[in-house]
């Protein structure tokens, strides 16, 4: 009896112990902002209600101040101006601003449950020690305030955009920094990724009313400020008083972002999926065409992301004029008008998957990057494919293999004696260069490779599991795989190894196909690169008909399942160390034409030259 008590006693400590491995913090942010848009400044107030989910006693605290980066000598400046490829966009700029063009977020209080806590301002991190330590399982309450100068307009945030908007204000408040099973994550600010904690969002934000504000929430107050937020086109808004509130609501998100203009225009329309789609740009300036065929497009684009991705989870989503390009954020994106059609879509495509893999697929972005940008790369090749065969972008064909392009570039990159491993931090890669291939390509070409390795039908599946399974949480690499590896049934571990941890490239090639008497022939395949793959090899008969002999690899402990109704070969297993292998294939009284490894080009195979082989070479 008691053998049995203590038995069933372990097991529950160990599911226990398992069930508590995975753990996040959570933040509910509570803020007020009074803009005085004359002089770009503004004052703020926040009561973050913060719950400590991890096992770890806190002393220390940390937030992020992103304006301080636009001060000349900053990281972000110092690294812009030092870089061998510099962003065009930012280059020498920081430095030459002048102290009315600088932004700053100067803190001047902050305590804990109602204790001074002490801070120092380090660059674009705000230094805390804590009055009383943070236990675990402990919820706390810090209230701040800070004085802020929104700075010109250089990378993402700021006033005065190329195109004349007046407010991005993105990466605009202090931000309490994420600590989780790696501890702290404060990172000085120099443009590249960002990682937050979950939480809701109740923002309040004051400012002269000839303004429209746009924003990643829910409004919560239209008829206050007399604005048509539930309406396409807008209403009068209240004469009294020089200054209007706009009070938003978010729930469980990362961040907020908000622009605003007195040009603004808004269009709202409901979306295929129900939710309520906003698109905010300054009218009459040229382009008015382009954005008001927009919305039908974006709405068809996110009934395709929901079938392949997983469900858009919130009731709103807003694309809006600002900033400096695209920059996604929850629930809104802020992306340059001034674009003809296919661009301004593509852009927006782009910057509306961040909901998914960012916004809602929280990964650490300075980590794995990847999986932000490269996971959205590859979704944005199939939605505008799609759109394309629907005709909703005119001027471009539709292509069998969206990715291909994707390819090249990887192969570019990966021959370029430039690249570095996906596992750098995004802000320590030597070039622009290969940070953007490793990331946007590399990352795109990681999940379309898997599809490959592990099947059609299992990838399809295994994406929705992804999404599904860590749905607002913040998955790493080895989340990734285990979610396949689940799916599929094959093991996957040596394929992040390599992927991700090394530089090592594919290369197979034919490297021999005789007779063998009268009865088979022999076929050998040769290893050049350092990558071991599975291999579908397409024979190709006189007839026209076809068969694919399926190689699969010995550390897969398994094979994919057939994808299509050709007639397939399971041969047997082979290693990683072989640097050949080769199989035969039957008599099968006609004659082998062709010969060809991976005729989809899903396998990132560097050199294809020598992939195929044709009866009289």
């Known amino acids: 009896m008691q053998k049995i008590f203590f038995t069933a006693f372990l097991a529950l400590v160990f599911t226990h112990v398992a069930q508590a491995q995975y753990w996040q913090q959570h933040a509910d942010y509570q803020m007020m902002i009074d803009m005085d848009a004359a ?42 101006r030092t870089i061998a490829d510099a962003d065009p966009r930012v280059g020498g700029r920081i430095a030459a601003l002048k102290p009315e063009e600088i932004g700053y977020i ?48 250089v990378r993402r945030s700021g006033r005065d955009n190329a195109e004349g908007v007046r407010l991005s204000m993105t990466q605009w408040y ?91 225009t808004q269009r709202n329309i409901v979306a295929q999926d129900g939710s309520i789609m906003r698109f905010f740009w300054k009218k009459g300036k040229g382009y008015d065409e382009q954005w008001e065929k927009m919305p039908a497009i974006m709405s068809r684009a996110r009934t395709i992301m929901n079938e392949h991705f997983g469900k858009y989870p919130y009731r709103e989503y807003s694309f809006i004029q600002g900033g400096d390009g695209g920059m996604e954020y929850p629930l809104a994106t802020l992306i340059t008008g001034k674009r003809p059609l296919n661009s301004l879509v593509g852009v927006a495509v782009h910057e509306q998957l961040h909901s998914w893999y960012q916004m809602i697929l929280g990964s650490n972005e300075s980590l794995y990057g990847w999986m932000d940008e490269g996971f959205t790369s590859y ?17 471009r064909k539709a292509v069998d293999n969206p990715q291909e392009s994707t390819y090249d570039s990887y192969v570019a990159l990966a021959t370029s004696g430039k690249e570095e ?25 990681f999940l379309h490779q898997m599809e490959y390795i592990v099947g059609k039908d299992a990838f399809d599946k295994g994406l929705l599991r992804y999404f599904n399974t860590w749905k607002f ?43 063998e008497g009268r009865k088979t022939t022999r076929v050998v395949i040769e290893r050049k690169g350092r990558m071991a793959m599975p291999l579908d090899i397409l024979v190709t ?59 989809q080009r899903r396998m990132a195979d560097i050199d294809l030259e020598n992939n195929v082989w044709t009866k009289g070479e």
């Open 174 to 264: 202090p931000k309490m920094c994420e600590y989780d099973q790696q501890g702290w994550h404060a990172n000085p600010y120099i443009a590249r990724e960002f990682y937050g904690i979950w939480g809701d969002f109740d923002v309040t934000i004051k400012i002269d009313k000839k303004y429209v504000v746009a924003a990643g929430g829910y409004l919560q107050n239209p008829e206050e400020i007399g604005y048509g937020y539930e309406t396409a086109g807008t209403t009068v808004r209240q004469p009294d008083g020089d200054k209007l509130t706009w009070h938003f609501k978010t729930p469980n998100v990362h961040d907020f972002a908000w622009a605003a203009d007195p040009e603004y």
């Open 473 to 515: 949480k913040h998955p790493n690499a080895n989340d990734v795989i285990r979610v396949f590896e689940k799916q599929s049934g094959l093991e996957l571990d040596w394929y992040r190894e390599d992927w991700c941890n090394t530089l090592n490239t594919i290369d197979y090639g034919i490297k021999l196909v005789e007779k």
């Open 106 to 153: 100067k803190v001047r209080s902050l305590q804990l449950d109602g204790q001074k806590a002490t801070f120092e301002t380090n660059g674009t991190i705000l230094e805390v020690t804590l009055p009383t330590p943070i236990a675990p399982g402990a919820t706390v309450k810090f209230d701040m305030t800070w004085d802020a100068q929104v700075p010109l307009q």
């Open 541 to 599: 008969y006189s007839d026209g008909d076809q068969e694919i002999f399926y190689a699969p690899l010995e550390t897969m402990r398994g094979a994919k399942q057939p994808e299509n109704k050709l007639p397939r070969t399971i041969l047997p297993d082979h290693r990683w160390v072989d640097p050949e292998f080769e199989f035969e294939i039957p008599e099968r009284m006609k004659k082998i034409t062709k010969i060809e490894i991976d005729p």
């Open 379 to 395: 979704a944005e090749n199939i939605v505008e494919n799609e759109l394309i065969r629907e005709g909703l972008l005119p001027g």
């Open 421 to 445: 491993p996906l596992t750098t931090h995004a802000d320590h890669f030597n070039t622009n260069y290969a940070y953007s291939l490793a990331a946007y390509v590399k990352g795109a070409v």
């Open 39 to 80: 002089s770009n400044q503004y004052t703020g107030s926040q009561t973050i209600t913060y719950t400590n989910n991890s096992p770890d006693t806190l002393t220390r605290a940390f937030w992020h101040l992103y304006f301080n980066a636009f001060q000349p000598g900053s990281v972000m400046d110092v690294r812009s």
